[in-house]
Nanobody, 124 residues
């Protein structure tokens, strides 16, 4: 069973930084259903938004709203993925989810496995 566990969220003031971590277990390295790792977020009353995705070969995509501020990375074993978030804004406040899926996409439909989420709250 694939399992994803996020950590690192919390309250932060605008302009500050947070680093989210996600530990992934229970899958075969590089297999198609989990070849891409991504971060999504969902604010109250809004849909789930793709933030960043990293593919098996290291390709990366970011949502326009976070380009230049957020950085996604992973370790060589492909069992941990991080999201470094700098210059945080109140609009970044949301529940952040780690996901594993089969496409280099920010569309949640391509992601089959999800963590429980970690809350990020940015105050002005």
């Amino acid at each position: 069973e694939v399992k994803l566990v996020e950590s690192g969220g919390g309250p932060v003031q605008a302009g500050g930084s947070l680093r989210l971590s996600c530990v992934i277990s229970g899958y075969s390295y590089g297999t198609s259903p989990t070849s891409c790792l991504a971060w999504f977020r969902q604010a109250p009353g809004k849909g789930r938004e793709g933030v960043a995705v990293i593919g098996y070969g290291g390709s990366i995509e970011y949502a326009d709203s976070v380009k230049g501020r957020f950085t996604i990375s992973r370790n060589n074993a492909n069992d941990t993925v991080w999201l470094q978030m700098n210059s945080l804004k109140p609009m970044d406040s949301a529940m952040y989810y780690c996901a594993a899926g089969s496409a280099l996409s920010l569309n949640a439909n391509w992601f089959h496995y999800w963590g429980q989420g970690t809350q990020v709250t940015v105050s002005s």
